[in-house]
Nanobody
């Protein structure tokens, strides 16, 4: 069973940067993609970004394009989300999840809180 652990969140001023990490364990030899999602208080969870197994394909929500970058280090079983030019509306709990088809995601971590002060 895959286990995921998000980290790297914190409090940052608007315009600042953070890098989130998603460490995976218990993986099989099958390839998998990883997505980042976030959930703000009172709102539904929303897609942020995704990256395929090789790292050659990435996808972003329109709201974060040009500001966030997703990458991965398969040797470390870790996926990163570099977040630049942060805005107050980026405040949320961020989660990572694995997927085989970009439609069904398996969440396993507790998430990491990102708070952007204006």
């Amino acid at each position: 069973q895959v286990q995921l652990a998000e980290s790297g969140g914190g409090l940052v001023q608007a315009g600042g940067s953070l890098r989130l990490s998603c460490a995976a364990s218990g993986l099989t030899s099958d390839t998998y993609a990883v997505g980042w999602f976030r959930q703000a208080p009172g709102k539904e969870r929303e897609f942020v970004a995704a990256i395929n197994w090789s790292g050659g394909l990435t996808y972003y929500a329109d709201s974060v394009k040009g500001r966030f970058t997703v990458s991965r280090d398969n040797a470390k079983n870790t996926v990163y989300l570099q977040m630049n030019s942060l805005k107050s509306e980026d405040t949320a709990v961020y989660y990572c999840a694995t997927t085989k088809d970009y439609n069904n995601y398996n969440f396993g971590g507790q998430g990491t809180q990102v708070t952007v002060s204006s």
